[in-house]
T-cell receptor
């Protein structure tokens, strides 16, 4: 089955700085790579996703890059704000989602 | 659009009893629904996949007789935890895939189950 590794497990950044989270996956059949933000006691919220035929995607302050050859993908958040503080999960899918372990992001005001 | 609801949002039950959790797609038809379990400070673990009108497919290690899943319509799936034990206490989250879509899953808000 698919194995997704996510790093770092915790990330503390100063407000206004950038945050980068990296994930690797094992199954070359995976072709859909979403990122979720989860706040305490709530379900995950899709923030951005990328398909295997695209190398980069951007949505305002959030961007995702994908390197299929190396089997890794990354989330970039620029100009971080306190409301960006949450747990972020990457996932890989060829139908079923396999999640990374999560990254707790804290944005210091 | 693409809203998924769960009911109840939290439930407390006594050991040995059964509890049912509902998952509804409010504004779309969900051909496939997924059930996940999440323990504190851990990631989401897929429990089972259900397609409307078909038996659910359970992940390895998930007891199908303990976690009964019914997907009777294109907008409703239920998860029943039978003979609940304290170790079943967890956050249960459902997601749904819209008809015609292969990948994107819309997640519900989750149900916190506490077994005493």
């Amino acid at each position: 089955g698919e194995n997704v590794e996510q790093h770092p497990s915790t990330l503390s950044v100063q407000e206004g700085d950038s945050a980068v989270i990296k994930c690797t996956y094992s199954d070359s059949a995976s072709n859909y790579f979403p990122w979720y933000k989860q706040e305490l006691g709530k379900g995950p919220q899709l923030i951005i996703d990328i398909r295997s035929n695209v190398g980069e995607k951007k949505d305002q302050r959030i961007a995702v890059t994908l390197n299929k050859t190396a089997k890794h993908f990354s989330l970039h958040i620029t100009e971080t704000q306190p409301e960006d503080s949450a747990v972020y999960f990457c996932a890989a899918s060829d139908y079923k989602l396999s999640f990374g372990a999560g990254t707790t992001v804290t944005v210091r005001a | 659009g693409a809203v998924v609801s769960q009911h109840p949002s939290w439930v407390i039950c006594k050991s040995g009893t059964s509890v049912k959790i509902e998952c509804r797609s409010l504004d779309f038809q969900a051909t496939t629904m997924f059930w996940y379990r999440q323990f504190p400070k851990q990631s989401l673990m897929l429990m089972a996949t259900s397609n409307e009108g078909s038996k659910a497919t359970y992940e390895q290690g998930v007891e199908k007789d303990k976690f009964l899943i019914n997907h009777a319509s294109l907008t409703l799936s239920t998860l029943t935890v039978t003979s609940a034990h304290p170790e079943d206490s967890s956050f249960y989250i459902c997601s749904a895939t819209e008809r015609g879509s292969t990948y994107e899953q819309y997640f519900g808000p989750g149900t916190r189950l506490t077994v005493t």
